[in-house]
């Protein structure tokens, strides 16, 4: 029924073309039962006159003409239906904050978007239950009509074998939901293998482990599984089948004899078990696709509904209020943030955070791991939002709706910095432009990095440390006013990180851009303006370094 109502919302159509193709296939199946059974007999229908078979061949096309005009109709609607899902989930997406993209889980994405796929089947099968249906429906009518005696206990048998499909379906569908489940794991353990192959290939036991313990074994209860499903299937199958032939030998050789029935009163029997066989096989072999639609489905409306729960904006970024103005300060307000387990114990807290970032400012950020040093990072780009208190820019309060628009104002480099494989921001990468060519010189990246006319993009394909360098070029080319680094010189050289320190910083600093980095390199702590120390989610130091207490405030931030 949850597809019926979705190409109902989709098409305010789609109940007629199903009305019209049920109603045109009743009309041609009935006239097809009667001539087969009337030419069985041996007889002709009296308003036919000799041109039966014309009328058969036109019924056929009819029937034909009336399938290719729904099924087309239904691919098209399918194709609008499979672009809606999608596009709702990255939409939905887009929105969402970091905090429930870090929640749902890249596997999750991808298995939600893999459920959609299994929505392109639709035409053919829903083609197949309204035929199958209306033959199913047509055939009983006419036994009824002919046989009521024959017409009940076909009814009852059809009855029985459905009731038991759908008990048997119920069973099946349990061990479905666990191969979905299944499938989210894999897509862990696949991104695991992919993007950390370099580790995979430094230990040989965590290679075996990996694929023995992890993706071999997920595999072998995946098939299992699937195996047990598509055999109670097949049992489905089969039962039906025989059971329609133990139908079939009862009306040929049994019941002509215990009732002395003719062949006249036997054929419509026959005729119309032979007619269903077909249409009833086909139903039993729609429901595994029904099964997993529906869990699909239920899949995708759980992760929307996930989604939904954390966006704060919904259709355009251009619906949430602006912060205007040039960047003056960012201030925070007995900022807090807690981190909580699935029952929502707290586990972690960062805060209460009170401080303020003037423009133009050099901060440096330090502390130990798990001091709360990139939580606090999350929070001031806008990625998380407080669980109390309230951050400012320029004097006004960031609503929840506003966090996009403040994001704006910041560049940030974080510690696993990601290169897009496209140039999203559609900058100026080509060989014309002077001050990218001054920006690749700047960062030392002249031998590394070849710029041409023929693509606005430039190739990823470098070390880590000149990744670094890259996204600071584009950071530079966002022009934003602030800039956040998160331990951005850590796979620099020697030389290079020197050079970080003493020359690139004052020079952006010299731009107007504020910095706010995160760095453990105690030797440049001199070159900033303030010092941040974070222990146990709590700042416990925040000093302003100047040429006289430079040494000093290193000390109490290396203490």
């Known amino acids: 029924m949850h597809i019926l109502q979705l190409l109902r919302k989709q098409s305010k159509y789609f109940l007629l073309f199903v009305g019209t193709l049920g109603s045109v296939n009743s009309i041609v199946y009935l006239g097809l039962l009667a001539f087969i059974n009337n030419a069985v007999n041996g007889s002709s229908l009296s308003f036919a006159k000799g041109?039966?078979?014309?009328?058969?061949?036109?019924?056929?096309?009819?029937?034909?003409?009336?399938?290719?005009?729904?099924?087309?109709?239904?691919?098209?609607?399918?194709?609008?239906?499979?672009?809606?899902?999608?596009?709702?989930?990255?939409?939905?997406?887009?929105?969402?904050?970091?905090?429930?993209?870090?929640?749902?889980?890249?596997?999750?994405?991808?298995?939600?978007?893999?459920?959609?796929?299994?929505?392109?089947?639709?035409?053919?099968?829903?083609?197949?239950?309204?035929?199958?249906?209306?033959?199913?429906?047509?055939?009983?009518?006419?036994?009824?009509?002919?046989?009521?005696?024959?017409?009940?206990?076909?009814?009852?048998?059809?009855?029985?074998?459905?009731?038991?499909?759908?008990?048997?379906?119920?069973?099946?569908?349990?061990?479905?939901?666990?191969?979905?489940?299944?499938?989210?794991?894999?897509?862990q353990y696949l991104r695991d293998l992919i993007y950390g192959f370099k580790e995979v290939k430094m230990s040989t036991e965590r290679n075996d482990r990996i694929y023995h313990d992890y993706l071999k074994e997920n595999r072998l209860k995946g098939k299992e599984l699937g195996t047990r499903s598509a055999v109670k299937y097949l049992d489905n199958e089969l039962t039906g089948t025989y059971s329609w032939y133990i139908a079939l030998g009862v009306g040929i050789f049994l019941l002509p004899n215990l009732l002395h029935l003719s062949l006249a009163q036997t054929v419509p029997f026959i005729v119309v078990i032979l007619y269903l066989m077909g249409p009833l096989a086909s139903l039993v072999k729609i429901i595994p696709y029904y099964t997993n639609v529906k869990i699909a489905l239920e899949r995708i409306d759980g992760i929307r509904a996930d989604i939904e729960a954390e966006v704060t904006v919904t259709d355009s970024f251009g619906d949430a209020p602006a912060i205007k103005g040039e960047f003056a300060e960012i201030r925070f307000r007995e900022v807090t943030f807690e981190y909580k387990d699935e029952k929502q114990n707290k586990v972690f807290r960062v805060g209460p955070v009170s401080l303020t970032f003037n423009r133009g400012e050099v901060v440096f950020i330090t502390g130990g791991n798990g001091s709360g040093k990139s939580t606090f990072i999350n929070l001031l780009t806008g990625l998380y939002q407080p669980t109390s208190g309230t951050i400012s820019l320029n004097g006004q309060v960031i609503p929840l709706a506003a966090y996009p628009h403040y994001s704006n104002h910041i560049s940030a480099?974080?510690?696993?910095?990601?290169?897009?494989?496209?140039?999203?921001?559609?900058?100026?990468?080509?060989?014309?432009?002077?001050?990218?060519?001054?920006?690749?010189?700047?960062?030392?990246?002249?031998?590394?990095i070849r710029i041409g006319n023929d693509r606005n993009f430039i190739d990823n394909n470098l070390s880590?440390?000149?990744q670094k360098r890259?996204?600071?070029?584009?950071?530079?080319?966002?022009?934003?006013?602030?800039?956040?680094?998160?331990?951005?010189?850590a796979e620099q050289d020697p030389h290079f990180r020197a050079y970080f320190y003493k020359r690139l910083i004052p020079e952006l600093k010299r731009r107007g851009k504020t910095i706010i980095a995160v760095t453990h390199d105690d030797h440049y702590f001199d070159c900033a303006d303030r010092m941040l120390k974070f222990d146990y989610g709590k700042i416990v130091a925040d000093t302003v370094i100047t040429p006289e207490n430079a040494h000093f405030s290193i000390d109490v931030c290396n203490n």
């Open 51 to 187: 041109y039966d078979g014309w009328i058969f061949a036109g019924l056929v096309l009819l029937s034909l003409v009336c399938t290719k005009v729904f099924q087309t109709y239904m691919v098209k609607l399918t194709q609008e239906l499979l672009l809606h899902y999608e596009l709702s989930i990255l939409q939905q997406l887009r929105f969402a904050t970091w905090e429930a993209f870090e929640k749902l889980g890249a596997q999750r994405i991808y298995t939600a978007i893999g459920d959609v796929r299994i929505l392109a089947y639709i035409p053919e099968v829903l083609v197949a239950v309204v035929n199958s249906a209306v033959i199913i429906v047509c055939a009983l009518a006419y036994l009824f009509w002919v046989s009521p005696l024959g017409g009940l206990a076909v009814l009852a048998l059809t009855g029985a074998l459905l009731t038991f499909y759908m008990w048997r379906n119920k069973r099946i569908e349990k061990d479905l939901n666990i191969v979905r489940d299944l499938q989210n794991d894999y897509h």
């Open 413 to 448: 480099i974080f510690t696993h910095a990601y290169l897009f494989n496209e140039n999203y921001d559609q900058f100026d990468l080509s060989a014309d432009n002077k001050e990218l060519s001054k920006l690749i010189e700047m960062m030392e990246l002249t031998a590394a």
């Open 464 to 466: 880590k440390g000149q």
């Open 470 to 489: 890259l996204a600071m070029i584009y950071a530079i080319m966002e022009n934003r006013d602030i800039l956040v680094l998160d331990e951005w010189a």
